[in-house]
């Protein structure tokens, strides 16, 4: 493998490539308009670090840093960091996106509200990888859900639909639809499935959940995995943030809950 230094000309030359690309300026161009004023972000980015700071203490605290990378990358982590790519927070009326041929369930999430919000998530989920976990359904729903249960914590003004990336009318769906939600993984005998082909919808991005009616979102897993997580912590107040990461059990967090909503 070859390892690039700062010195090759190779890699010279595809980064003046790069800069000087039509379309790479036209989208920089465009970054530029409508990123004049981040101060919003800023603080926004600062106070959940704050929060952060008080959850996870003695972790490492992530700069944030920016970049146009030609719709690559949303965000990375990268050692100390998380970089966003800009590109793909430009608003829902950007036509970069139609152009692309992005669905609507994406183009709905690429604004600047939810800088922050993929920041700190994919920063949550350098810090504890799920690779390292069990690959059942409820497994995935419960690491989703403590996702969602620290973005409760890090962005608490956000409102619900940016921590889950749901519209209003799908979070209310899935509020008004939680104990049939629960039936339908029971019924399907899904919960302990490790067939991910078979349960990917239920804790993905995607346009809705396989079998559910079309006003469900895709991620209902993840949603319920939250409301598994919340109950679970209001019976055991004594467990940190960090504590709940590293509880790796997603059955025994499951049974000590004693989730089971309303049909």
Known sequence: MKIWTRNDKYLITNIINFINDVDIQRIYAEVNARFKNMDDVEKSYNDAVSNYKKLF?????????????????????????????????????????????????????????????????????????????????????????????????????????????????????????????????????????????????YVNDGPTSKGMPKESPANTGSWMGWQIVKKYLSSHPEISLRQLFETEDAQKILRESKYKPQV
């Open 57 to 201: 203490p003695s972790k490492l605290v992530p700069k944030i840093y920016t970049m146009v990378n030609a719709f690559n990358y949303s965000v990375i982590s990268i050692d100390s960091a998380v970089v966003v790519g800009l590109e793909l927070y430009l608003g829902s009326d950007c036509p970069f996106y139609v152009s692309l041929q992005y669905p609507m369930y994406k183009i709905h999430k690429l604004r600047r509200e939810f800088i922050v919000r993929d920041a700190m998530e994919c920063w949550l989920k350098s810090d504890y990888d799920n690779a390292v976990g069990k690959h059942d359904l409820v497994s995935q729903m419960i690491y989703n859900g403590k996702i969602l249960y620290a973005l409760d914590k890090l962005l608490p003004d956000a409102d619900d639909s940016i921590k889950t990336g749901f519209t209003k009318k799908q979070l209310e769906w899935c509020k008004a639809s939680e104990g049939a939600i629960w039936t339908f993984f029971i019924e399907k005998k899904l919960l302990f499935s490790t067939n991910e082909t078979q349960y990917e919808s």
